[in-house]
Structure formats: C-alpha cells, structure tokens
C-alpha cells in the first residue's frame, strides 16, 4: 500500500472521531471479560467523554487558537517578497457542478481566495503547490473565478516536506528566495519549517484564521463542524511531533534560508 494512503490511514484512526471511539470500544470489550469491570468502564466512559468534548465548539475553539503561530498579514505596508505561494487543502474530483471536472476543496478555496487577495495587494507572482488533481482546480479557480494567473504549478507534492522541496526548485532557477506563503493558519507553524529547510524565506500569510463561530450557550453544545476542527487541530500537534522526530533523527542539508 502506498505510504500516503498509510500516513491517511493512521491519522484517521488516531484523531477524533474514530480515537476516542475505539478506546470506548476497548473498554467494551474489556468489560466483556469480565475482570476489573470498573475500570474497564472507566475506558468506556473516557472515550465517549473526549468524542464530547472535541465536538463541543468551546474545546474545538481552544485547540485551534493554540495552534495558531502568526498573526494576519497587514496588506497596509509594504511586503519584502518576491513570489507568493499558495498551498493546496484537498480537491473534490469529478465535481458535478464544475463539469465533472476536479474543483477545490473547501480548505483550498479558502487559501485561494485570501491568495488572490495577496495578489492583487503585492502584484507579486503566483506559485501554487500540490497533486496533479488539486493544482489543476486551483490554477483553474484562480484564473476563471478570480482573475489571477499562477506564473508556476508545482503538482507533485503529496504533504507539506514536498510542497517544500518541489516548489523550492521551481522558483531557485528565477533567483526567488523569499516568498509570501498562503496556508491555513493552523498549518502555518509546519509549513513555514518545510519551507525553512528546503532554503527559502517566508512571510507567512495565514488563511482560515480562527473567529468565534457559535453564540451563547451554543459553544457547549457539540456539533459536526467543531468536531471537524477539533480534528484539524489534534493533526497539526501530531503533525509537528512526527516533524521534530523526522528532523532530529535525519536532518537534511538544505541551504539555510535567508531571513
């Protein structure tokens, strides 16, 4: 099986919904034995108490503010940069609406949009960095829909160490070694060490940041949408351990990039 599909495979199974439902699981199935019944409860009840919790929008809200590493970019001044790069979060393949043809996931139009906004601010050029699938629908949002013309496609990255490294050979050649780069905000922190080691420069430019969406007493009642950002969260804690392990084990020797 491919490496990617395992990486996705073991991300599902460790991050909510699917972690805190198999611990509840294995409680169940402790407690079927028929020894230490109590705690195997306890098991039981602890998975089901963090699947709560990660689905209640107050928790989501937490996690995801302390992933959060950088403040928006202020478009006001002046931005030292020579390129901006934007970063794919997924595609939707065969989109009715769009012919049939791949359209952007609802994390990539985000990064698109505040993309093209970056753009036209700076007038600087456009990179954008991903699969083949995810790099056609964004070069074809960003031109039809939004009226900016990526100058580079970079479309065989499969994570962020690639986006890295692939987009930092396409732009070496042009002498570019600072760029603006456009990614989740809660993506950032990770994405900027990638870019960081494979030699080039960042200003960050997060997109999606975090805002208050549930009013009131709604921030303790759980829903779909906090559990989805719950989950993005918890991957990008787990993202950075697996990073800092892969770093301090195989450190790679990339030109140091420029401040």
């Not at 699917?18 to 034995?33: D, E, K």
């Not at 905000?185 to 870019?195: L, P």
């Not at 080039?200 to 007493?217: C, D, K």
């Amino acid at each position: 099986m491919d490496i990617f599909i395992w990486k996705q495979l073991l991300r599902n199974l460790a991050l909510p919904p699917t972690g805190p439902l198999l611990l509840a699981l294995a409680g169940l199935i402790w407690a079927a034995s028929a020894r230490r019944r109590r705690l195997a409860f306890g098991v039981c009840a602890a998975g089901f108490l963090l699947l709560w919790a990660f689905s209640t929008p107050i928790v989501a809200d937490v996690l995801m503010r302390s992933v959060e590493r950088y403040p928006p970019l202020d478009l006001s001044k002046p931005v030292q940069a020579q390129a901006i790069v934007i970063l794919g979060g997924g595609v939707r393949p065969d989109a009715p609406e769009y012919g049939g043809h791949p359209a952007p996931s609802s994390t990539t139009l985000q990064r698109l949009v505040y993309g093209a906004r970056v753009a036209r601010a700076t007038g600087l050029p456009v990179l954008v960095s991903g699969t083949h699938f995810e790099t056609e629908a964004m070069s074809d949002f960003l031109q039809h829909d939004l009226s900016v013309t990526p100058r580079w496609v970079e479309s065989r990255s499969r994570d962020t160490q690639q986006n890295a490294e692939k987009s930092a050979a396409i732009l070496a050649p042009a002498g570019i070694h600072k760029v603006i780069l456009v990614t989740s905000s809660e993506h950032m922190a990770r994405a900027i060490t990638e870019f960081h080691l494979a030699g080039l420069a960042v200003v960050p430019a997060p997109a999606e940041m975090w805002t208050r969406r549930e009013p009131g007493m709604l921030v303790w009642i759980p829903n779909a949408d906090a559990l989805v950002r719950s989950q993005r969260a918890m991957y990008e804690v787990l993202g950075r351990i697996v990073q800092s392990i892969r770093i301090e084990l195989a450190p790679r020797t990339h030109p140091t990039a420029r401040p």
